[in-house]
């Protein structure tokens, strides 16, 4: 399997899991959001953790926490802080479609930061892709009325943490057990808030329920592996694929989102949103096959280099 590939079924597996993730969260919708986010934090640096170490990895991590990339990593465990909490909340809320549309804007705003900052290329159909992409979310956007502040937010920053994944140079387990090691200790401090003084508790969402039953217990435990194994694709998919590819597979995640969100959540369907699916799902087969069609170029184009170049040498 080539690291192409490889990319791809990275990118379809992330994508999948994660558009399946609401169901964890609404199952859970008794617990707090900034609970949930403490606990996903710190088990999924247990998670990693003990990978690193039963690799014999800690020195590769110690380098990347404290090295010339700690910045990076700092700012990329700031964005998806940011994006989990706030997809949390949206969920539990009974905003998931709201949710499910950010990751359907993800992709413009993911595929604009690697044309400007990556200097990657659009081709032939993509554009007609990207322009009707750009109208489903207008129409999606004219139907709620308002400004989506819940779906623009996570897609700002879902596509700023995927941009410098793209740079970090370091593995997909070591570089998210080093987003989530800087924080762990806020985790650790709300923690404490939440069981000794009810941080972030409700009427409906009583706070510290972490040993309060087995059962919320290993549900909270679980958080780190809904949180970490999504992450693991999407950082080898990022390091393998250009960003505009990835963005564009967001619609994975986004679509099962939103079918999630209307048939087992039963949020509302509109009119608005059967003008826009459409309109994205031809986007995405249109940028999928330009895709498949500059890759068959690109083999074909080493293809006669190599044949060049073996006739050469023989000539010689």
Known sequence: MTETQKGWVALLLAQTLWGISPLYYKVMAMVPATEILAHRTIWTFVLFGIWIVLKGRLGEFWRLVSGPQQRKVIFAALFISINWGLFIYSVQSGQALEAAFGYYVFPLVATLVGVVVFKERLYGLQYVAIVLAVVAVLVLGIGIGSLPWIALTLAVTFSIYGAIKKTLVAGPFLSVAAEVVFLVPLALIGLVGIHLYGWGGTETQAAGNFGTSWYMSLMLIASGVVTGVPLIFFAAAARRLPLNIVGM??????????????FIFS???????????????????????????QERSARRARKAATNASTVSTVSK
């Open 267 to 293: 949020e509302p369907f509109t009119h608005w949103h059967a003008i826009a699916m459409p309109l994205i799902w031809s986007a995405l087969a249109l940028y999928t096959i330009e895709v498949l069609r």
């Open 249 to 262: 597979g967001q619609y994975i995640n986004s679509t099962i989102q939103f079918l999630i969100a209307v």
